[in-house]
T-cell receptor, first 112, second 114 residues
Framework: AQTVTQSQPEMSVQEAETVTLSCTYDTSESDYYLFWYKQPPSRQMILVIRQEAYKQQNATENRFSVNFQKAAKSFSLKISDSQLGDAAMYFCAYNSGYALNFGKGTSLLVTP | DSGVTQTPKHLITATGQRVTLRCSPRSGDLSVYWYQQSLDQGLQFLIQYYNGEERAKGNILERFSAQQFPDLHSELNLSSLELGDSALYFC?????????????FGSGTRLTVV
């Protein structure tokens, strides 16, 4: 089974600063998809960004971007101009078939 | 509102009991996925149904079962409940039988077993 590792249980960032959350995964597949989900205190899981492994270009969604290193099996999330509303648990997820396999999450604290 | 509806939002029950969690997928979505989220295990995939048929199975206990009905809503049945089954149970849906475009999640059912 593919494993997804988020090595930072907690991160902190000041408002307006930039933070990078790390994610590594283990797979023997060549075609797959990677995701970052956000879970705020409301508990709702929200899709932040998606990356297709066969695409070289890193995905971006407004203030959110990824650094996808396929050879290193690394998929980090960069949040620019951090806002108080970005405070949440962030989960990295991998998919090569039917279901998403999630990491254990990183709790992001945003300080004023 | 994500379009995925889960009921009830909260459930408190005693050990040994049986409960049913319900999920209505987003309009047009054919796949339903069930996940269990606990503090120590994170988000664990339980089972997927696609258009009424079981498509994939994850770490689902034998005490748990699920089904998807012709109107595409799904139910997760948990029986002989134990304290360790206390968790947040999520349902998610997708348009196709794969998760290549990710899921839309419901807001979850918080199950507390006492």
């Amino acid at each position: 089974a593919q494993t997804v590792t988020q090595s930072q249980p907690e991160m902190s960032v000041q408002e307006a600063e930039t933070v990078t959350l790390s994610c590594t995964y283990d797979t023997s597949e060549s075609d797959y998809y990677l995701f970052w989900y956000k879970q705020p205190p409301s508990r709702q899981m929200i899709l932040v960004i998606r990356q297709e492994a066969y695409k070289q270009q890193n995905a971006t969604e407004n203030r959110f971007s990824v650094n996808f290193q396929k050879a290193a099996k690394s998929f980090s999330l960069k949040i620019s101009d951090s806002q108080l509303g970005d405070a949440a648990m962030y989960f990295c997820a991998y998919n090569s078939g039917y279901a998403l396999n999630f990491g254990k999450g990183t709790s992001l604290l945003v300080t004023p | 509102d994500s379009g995925v509806t889960q009921t009830p939002k909260h459930l408190i029950t005693a050990t040994g009991q049986r409960v049913t969690l319900r999920c209505s997928p987003r309009s047009g979505d054919l796949s339903v996925y069930w996940y269990q989220q606990s503090l120590d295990q994170g988000l664990q995939f339980l089972i997927q149904y696609y258009n009424g048929e079981e498509r994939a199975k994850g770490n689902i206990l034998e005490r748990f079962s699920a089904q998807q009905f012709p109107d595409l809503h799904s139910e997760l049945n948990l029986s002989s409940l134990e304290l360790g089954d206390s968790a947040l149970y999520f349902c998610a849906s997708s348009a196709t039988g794969t998760a290549n475009y990710g899921y839309t999640f419901g807001s979850g059912t918080r199950l507390t077993v006492v």
